[in-house]
């Protein structure tokens, strides 16, 4: 989608169209209400649209986007998104190719850059579709191809240009994880997903990438994560971005993403309902990759690393099985009883790896639990942690871009459940707490730094459209940890 900024009055400017925001009651919250005749019918709820075509020659737009953002004392981050989110979907179903996006009011500590930045962000994670495996196109209509934002103060113009343009680096790179997730597990194996790593990075400055593959692994003794490939014919691969765009001396934030780019459950298998979705395994893969492409592109000075221990999960037969212990890459042993409960594994050999890196925090990323849909549902992010500051500072960008998260516990006295007999750590804990035991599973395995797990099993497939999140792959988690190393550069 294009962008454009433009140092005119909205009035000024030819496009098929305008979306003009309407709260409930209040008519148009825009400064050019003397354009547009009153549309009385129209209640201004969150996310309803009504489009009119206004006589020829009164204004310069063929169409007017009317999109409810709801009563105006609630109106916050999220509505704005919504609202341009679905005034846009409802533009391409217009066959609307270029439209004025009117951010003309300012909302509570919302000013018209801030307001800018919501509608765009909502209109390009709302124009999402997967169709690359679409052979027949008929009834998908082409998108919007430009969007554009007035600014009639040419002081303000440059600040405005920025912002836009930090908010679309940040949503293609949203757009690229759902890419890479919406793929099916066939044309995203390990290694394709190593490669896309590989290729996104020659493409970026500053970004090393090393893909390790199963003789090296082996070499590291990363043996938890090699037990979870055995059961595939699909060699497995250790996935090492590194972005530096701080000082050497400056230690980095190593991010780290489940990389399951299947999960069957293995020998100890799932049931066939939805197993499909499995594909998505990889989400946290997918956002810890992005967000390497987002901090890269817009030059941040900071240093981050990416780690991904890319498998699959599935029960050949040379599998892995229940009972089987295993030695991680820290040494400890631990004894298999659920072969489902795989991406833990995966994530101790890489949580110690990250260690290697001598890190100022660690922040894990991870479609790690069922029970954590049980407890939190489809829209908020398991947290668990060991620092207050780390903490904070996640919770901080979690409000600020309306990928929410809610704290857990690693509550000690769970730690008995993990326990094993024969080894030093069981990787099941059985139903109670299910997500609380494998943070604090992960713990163990975690060196004396700073670090936070985010569980997305929820979030990161989403099973119905959201106002911005069309159903399927949201790329979960790009925003947030881009937002979050903002923060945290800057602190
Ligand atoms: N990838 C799954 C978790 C998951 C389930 C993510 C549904 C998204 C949607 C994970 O590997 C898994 O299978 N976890 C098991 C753990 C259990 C065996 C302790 C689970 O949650 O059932
Ligand atoms: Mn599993
Ligand atoms: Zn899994």
């Not at 554009?148 to 912002?163: D, M, T």
Request: charged content about 25%; overall charge neutral; aromatic content about 8%.
């Amino acid at each position: 989608m294009k962008v454009s900024v433009k140092n005119k009055e909205p009035f000024q400017i030819k496009a098929d169209a305008i979306v003009i925001p309407w709260a409930e009651g209040k008519k148009g919250l825009t400064a050019y209400r003397e354009f547009i005749s009153d549309i009385d019918d129209f209640e201004g709820k969150a996310y309803d649209t009504r489009v009119i075509y206004p006589p020829e020659g009164k204004t310069p737009y063929k169409k007017i986007i009317f999109v409810g953002v709801g009563k105006e004392e609630k109106i916050d981050r999220e509505k704005i998104r919504g609202a341009f989110s679905r005034a846009l979907q409802v533009a391409r179903n217009h066959h609307v190719k270029t439209a004025v996006l009117d951010n003309s009011y300012n909302y509570e500590h919302m000013d018209r850059i801030k307001i800018a930045a919501l509608a765009l962000e909502g209109a390009i994670l709302g124009h999402y579709r997967f169709l690359p495996y679409k052979t027949e196109r008929e009834g998908f209509l082409p998108d919007v191809e430009e969007v554009i934002f007035v600014e009639p103060r040419r002081s303000q113009l440059n600040q405005l240009k920025e912002h836009l343009r930090e908010t679309q680096v940040i949503c293609e790179a949203v757009l690229f994880a759902r890419d890479l997730i919406s793929a099916p597990a066939n044309d995203m194996t390990p290694t394709i997903l190593g490669n896309k790593a590989k290729e996104l990075a020659k493409k970026l400055e500053r970004v090393k990438c090393r893909v390790l593959g199963r003789e090296e692994i082996e070499r590291l003794g990363m043996n938890a994560f090699l037990g979870v490939a055995k059961g595939s014919h699909e060699p497995p691969r250790f996935i090492i971005m590194e972005y530096k765009g701080g000082k050497s001396s400056e230690s980095p934030v190593v991010l780290v993403g489940k990389g399951l780019t299947f999960d069957s459950g293995g020998i100890s298998l799932k049931p066939a309902e939805k197993m499909e979705e499995m594909k998505s395994d990889m989400s946290g893969a997918a956002a810890v990759i992005a967000t390497i492409k987002a901090i890269a592109e817009l030059g941040w000075p900071i240093n981050v690393v990416a780690l991904v221990a890319a498998t699959e999960n599935l029960p050949g037969g040379s599998a892995l099985k229940p009972g089987d212990v295993l030695k991680s890459y820290a040494g400890k042993t631990i004894e298999v009883i659920n072969t489902d409960a795989e991406g833990r594994l995966t994530l101790a050999d890489a949580l110690s790896y990250a260690a290697e890196y001598k890190p100022s925090a660690i922040i894990d990323i991870a479609t790690l639990t069922g029970a954590c849909i049980v407890a939190l549902g489809e829209q908020l992010i398991g947290l668990m942690g060991t620092d207050e500051n780390l903490k904070s500072k996640i919770k901080e960008a979690a409000d600020e871009t309306g990928e929410f998260v809610w704290e857990l516990p690693l509550w000690e006295p769970y730690e008995e459940q993990i326990k094993s007999d024969v080894a030093d750590v069981k990787n099941t804990g059985g139903r109670p707490a299910g997500t609380i035991t494998a943070g604090l599973f992960l713990r163990k395995f975690v060196g004396d730094f700073p670090w936070v797990h985010l569980d997305i099993a929820g979030c990161a497939w989403q099973n119905k459209d959201r106002p911005y999140i069309p159903k399927g792959a949201a790329g979960i988690g790009v925003r947030l940890l881009t937002h979050f190393l903002r923060i945290w550069r800057s602190s």
